[in-house]
C-alpha cells in the first residue's frame, strides 16, 4: 500500500491542523514570559500587600503583557479544549454544543479580565 | 474467507473500566496529567479571574479577598479556598513544565525513548518539589 502520510501525504482539504498547532505554541511562549514577569516582580524587595501587588500591574506594559497574556490564554485553551472534546465527546450534536459553551466561557471569562485590567 | 474477516482482533481504545489495571509508563503520566491539569485551570477560570480582581482592585477588595483564605466564604472555611488554590499551584506548575518538556521536544526533535522517560521523571518531580514548596507557603 502507498505511503499517504508524512512528506508524501495527499494533499487534499484545508489546513492539517499546524496553524492551531503553531498558535498554541506562540501563546504558551506569551503566557510563560507573563508569568515570568509576575514572578520576578513579585520577588522584588518590598513588603507584599495590596500596594505592591496593584504597583505591578498600574505600569502600562505590564497591563499590555497582562492584556496579551489573557487573549493567548483565550487562544490556547480553545485549541486544547477542543482536542479534549474532539477525542472523548463522539456524538456530533453534543460535541458542538459543549464546543460553543466552551467559547462561551472564554470569551466571557477574558472579558471580565480586561475589564478588571482596564479600570486600574 | 467471510470467518477470517469476522476473526479479526479489533484493536480499540483503552475502555474506562481497563484503566486500573493499566500500567502507564512516566511519559504516560505526563501526558495525561497535561490534559487533566490544563482541563482544570480552564474549568477553574472563573475563580482565577475573581481572586485577580478582588486583590487588585482596590484595598477594600483586597481585604476582602485575604479574608476569603482566612475566615472562610459563603459557609465554607477558609482551609477549603486555600485547597482549591493549592489544587490551582499544582496544575499550573504541572502544565508550565510538561508545556517546557513539549517545546523542547518540538524544537529539538528530541524523541528516543530514553529522553522521552528521563524529561518526564523531571517534569513529575519537579512538579511535586514546587508544589510542596508553594503549598506550604499557603498553609504556614
Known amino acids: 500500500m502507498a505511503q499517504t502520510f508524512g512528506s508524501k501525504r495527499t494533499v487534499v482539504g ?30 522584588l524587595p518590598g513588603e507584599m500587600g495590596y500596594d505592591k501587588w496593584a504597583a505591578i500591574f498600574s505600569h502600562q506594559w505590564m497591563k499590555v503583557l497582562t492584556f496579551t497574556a489573557v487573549i493567548s490564554l483565550l487562544l490556547h485553551a480553545w485549541v486544547g479544549v477542543r482536542d479534549i472534546l474532539m477525542d472523548y465527546v463522539k456524538p456530533l450534536g453534543a460535541r458542538l454544543a459543549l464546543q460553543a459553551a466552551t467559547i462561551v466561557w472564554l470569551v466571557g471569562c477574558a472579558g471580565w479580565a480586561v475589564q478588571v485590567l482596564w479600570r486600574l | 474467507m467471510a470467518d477470517t474477516v469476522k476473526q479479526r482482533p479489533v484493536y480499540r481504545n483503552i475502555h474506562i473500566t481497563q484503566l486500573p489495571h ?47 483564605f482566612s475566615a472562610g466564604s459563603a459557609g465554607l472555611p477558609g482551609w477549603f479556598f486555600k485547597l482549591v488554590v493549592l489544587g490551582l ?11 517546557l518538556r513539549h517545546l523542547w521536544m518540538d524544537m529539538t526533535h528530541a524523541t528516543g525513548l530514553a529522553f522521552g522517560r528521563q524529561s518526564a521523571i523531571v517534569t513529575l518531580v519537579a512538579t511535586g518539589l514546587l508544589t510542596v514548596a508553594l503549598g506550604a507557603k499557603l498553609f504556614f
Not at chain 1, 15 to 40: E, K, P
Not at chain 2, 49 to 63: K, L, N, P, Q, R
Not at chain 2, 89 to 99: L, N, P
Open chain 2, 89 to 99: 499551584i499544582w496544575a499550573y506548575v504541572q502544565h508550565f513544565i510538561a508545556g
Open chain 2, 22 to 68: 493499566y500500567r502507564l509508563p512516566a511519559p504516560g503520566w505526563v501526558s495525561i496529567l497535561h490534559r487533566i491539569s490544563g482541563a482544570l485551570l480552564f474549568i477553574l477560570l472563573p475563580f482565577t479571574i475573581w481572586m485577580f480582581d478582588t486583590s487588585v482592585t482596590s484595598e477594600v477588595s483586597y481585604a476582602q479577598f485575604a479574608s476569603v
Open chain 1, 14 to 43: 484545508a489546513h492539517y491542523g499546524l496553524r492551531d498547532w503553531l498558535a498554541q505554541r506562540i501563546t504558551s511562549v506569551v503566557m510563560a514570559l507573563f508569568t515570568l514577569a509576575v514572578i520576578v516582580q513579585v520577588l
